[in-house]
Every structure is written in C-alpha cells, then in structure tokens.
C-alpha cells in the first residue's frame, strides 16, 4: 500500500521515494520505478511489476489510458476524507 502511495506521489512519513518530472504524471511509469526502488523489499518490487501489465490491460479495455498515463497524480492537492 505504501510503495503505490509513494508511486502515487503521496508523501508517507519515514518513506522516501523521488519521482522525476518526467515520470510523475504516468502512473504505470512511475509503478515500474518503484518496482526496482532499493526502498521497497524483493516481494513488494515483484508485486509492483506484476501489477503494471494487469493495469495497461484495464486502462486499454476500458479506455482509460489518459488516468493510468497522463494523469498529473503529484501536481494535484490532495484532501483526505475522514468519515465520522
């Protein structure tokens, strides 16, 4: 969960993971990163990898390219939502 928020953009505390310019706004992109980060362990690296040709099949059968693509995951604010 934490490697796909970092992947994501989203700070977590005592995890760091730089995404370049380059690769912030592609999601599959920066998933391929992060599955090589020296940050994550062997099993999460493997589940990253594992996980990017599942999401390139979904965005292709359901037209969603530009979400898992293009995207600009870390240039948005974002504001979590709590429930009471």
Not at 26 to 43: G, H, I, Q
Not at 44 to 66: E, R
């Amino acid at each position: 969960m934490r490697a796909v928020e970092l992947a994501l953009g989203i700070s977590v505390p005592s995890l760091s993971f730089n995404v370049s310019a380059s690769v912030s706004n592609n999601f599959t992109a920066s998933l391929s990163l992060a599955s090589s980060a020296s940050t994550f362990s062997p099993e999460v690296q493997s589940a990253l990898a594992d996980a990017i040709p599942i999401l390139a099949q979904i965005g292709a059968q359901y037209d969603l390219q530009y979400i898992l693509e293009e995207s600009p995951f870390q240039n948005e604010s974002r504001t979590l939502l709590t429930s009471k």
